[in-house]
């Protein structure tokens, strides 16, 4: 299968390419601007060679350049399978700080893909979305609640579920839109994540900051079991222009992630850090979790590992990667 990956430089990307290289048959193209993902994190997973178009006699192709770039886009399309689209501004801070720029890229930049995706003849588009589209109801979070996306980061999100919808019914283009929980793991040091954060404060003994009470719920995802999900997207027969909901259906607060790291912490010889208490933050929702019945039923996907577990194996990755 040829894959073309946007974004593929970044934490779910360079993952996601781990994964796919074990399989013979595949062959990647990554279309990345380098405004976060670095060519080292794409080395440290894979041989690649540079070029436009995916080249025949590489198993990935790094192209430099931005989904915002419509000809570039029509052109790196064209050798592809399956696009899975993960590049975009990932926060909802950023988003707060310049919603603008957060709907160019996460909403014409998705547009452009789908549109170059449609005219190659794609047979699949995997499209990275969120929990942050349905943003404050009382979760759990569901594929059938209408959505109220507290920030611009969750409306952009939105934007493109709703492009990947139009595409399919259209157009005929495949989509599968994941909405993923809050990814942890293993190469995601440059994340600001919360899981990311409290390791890295932690192995450089700083101070944990929690913002608000800490009593703000999340569904954690292990790296692992998402890039499984991403793969069934994009395989599964009969499920184009579906949404699915990943994440672990889990709801942990952020005092319980912040007790389980430092037991993993003491564990691994790392002294615990005091925490303190901020403001809470523009456009973060107070609860969220995911109810993933329909991944299960519908692409034969489900979580089964425990978050203490992940937590432990991502700790260590850090410990051992420390200048990542
Ligand atoms: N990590 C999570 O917890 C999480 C949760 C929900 C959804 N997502 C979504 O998953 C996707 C991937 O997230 P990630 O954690 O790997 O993020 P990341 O920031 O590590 O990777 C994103 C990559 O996209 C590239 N990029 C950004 N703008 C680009 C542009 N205009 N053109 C080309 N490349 C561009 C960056 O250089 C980076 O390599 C994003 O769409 C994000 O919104 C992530």
Same mark, same amino acid.
């Given at each position: 299968?040829?894959? =073309?990956?946007?974004?593929? +430089?970044?934490?779910?990307?360079?993952? =996601?390419?781990?994964?796919?290289?074990?399989?013979?048959?595949? &062959?990647?193209?990554?279309?990345?601007?380098?405004?976060?993902? %670095?060519?080292?994190?794409l080395a440290s997973v894979a041989e690649y060679v540079e070029g436009e178009t995916m080249q025949a006699d590489a198993r990935v192709?790094?192209?430099?350049? @931005?989904?915002?770039?419509?000809?570039?886009?029509?052109?790196?399309?064209?050798?592809?399978?399956?696009?899975?689209?993960?590049?975009?501004?990932?926060?909802?801070? &950023?988003? /707060?700080?310049?919603?603008?720029?957060? +709907? @160019?890229?996460?909403?014409?930049?998705? &547009?452009?893909?789908?549109?170059?995706?449609?005219?190659?003849? +794609?047979?699949?588009?995997?499209?990275?979305?969120?929990?942050?589209?349905?943003?404050?109801?009382?979760?759990?979070?569901?594929?059938?609640?209408?959505?109220?996306?507290?920030?611009?980061?969750g409306a952009s999100k939105l934007a493109g579920e709703g492009y990947c919808s139009a595409y399919f019914r259209t157009y005929g283009?495949? %989509? /599968?839109?994941?909405?993923?929980?809050?990814?942890?793991g293993p190469r995601s040091a440059h994340k600001s994540s919360v899981v990311a954060k409290f390791i890295t404060q932690m192995i450089?003994?700083?101070?944990?900051?929690?913002?608000?009470?800490?009593?703000?719920?999340?569904?954690?995802?292990?790296?692992?079991?998402?890039?499984?999900?991403?793969?069934?997207?994009?395989? *599964?027969?009969?499920?184009?222009?579906?949404?699915?909901?990943?994440?672990?259906?889990?709801?942990?607060?952020?005092?319980?992630?912040?007790? #389980? =790291? &430092?037991? /993993?912490?003491?564990?691994?010889?790392?002294? *615990?850090?005091?925490?303190?208490?901020?403001?809470?933050?523009?456009?973060?929702?107070?609860?969220?979790?995911?109810?993933?019945?329909?991944?299960?039923?519908?692409?034969?996907?489900?979580?089964?590992? @425990? #978050?203490?577990?992940?937590?432990?194996?991502?700790?260590?990755?850090?410990?051992?990667?420390?200048?990542?």
């Open positions: 299968m040829r894959w =073309l990956i946007t974004g593929g +430089c970044g934490f779910i990307g360079i993952n =996601l390419i781990h994964r796919l290289l074990e399989h013979p048959a595949s &062959q990647i193209q990554v279309l990345d601007n380098l405004s976060v993902g %670095t060519t080292e994190a192709t790094l192209t430099q350049g @931005d989904i915002l770039d419509v000809e570039l886009v029509n052109k790196v399309c064209g050798s592809a399978d399956v696009v899975v689209h993960l590049a975009a501004n990932t926060g909802v801070h &950023q988003s /707060v700080m310049n919603p603008g720029l957060d +709907c @160019d890229i996460n909403v014409v930049g998705t &547009q452009n893909m789908l549109s170059a995706a449609h005219k190659a003849g +794609c047979s699949r588009f995997v499209f990275a979305s969120s929990g942050a589209p349905v943003g404050e109801v009382e979760p759990p979070i569901h594929e059938e609640l209408a959505p109220h996306p507290v920030s611009p980061y283009l495949e %989509t /599968v839109a994941l909405r993923f929980g809050n990814i942890y450089n003994g700083e101070l944990l900051e929690v913002y608000g009470s800490g009593n703000q719920t999340r569904d954690f995802i292990y790296i692992e079991e998402l890039v499984r999900a991403v793969e069934q997207a994009a395989s *599964v027969p009969g499920i184009g222009g579906e949404i699915f909901q990943i994440a672990s259906n889990r709801e942990t607060t952020v005092n319980e992630l912040v007790d #389980l =790291l &430092q037991e /993993v912490a003491v564990g691994l010889g790392v002294a *615990v850090p005091e925490v303190f208490y901020s403001d809470p933050r523009l456009g973060d929702v107070m609860r969220n979790y995911s109810d993933t019945s329909k991944a299960r039923s519908r692409l034969g996907w489900s979580s089964s590992i @425990d #978050l203490r577990q992940g937590l432990q194996s991502t700790f260590e990755w850090f410990l051992q990667n420390r200048s990542q």
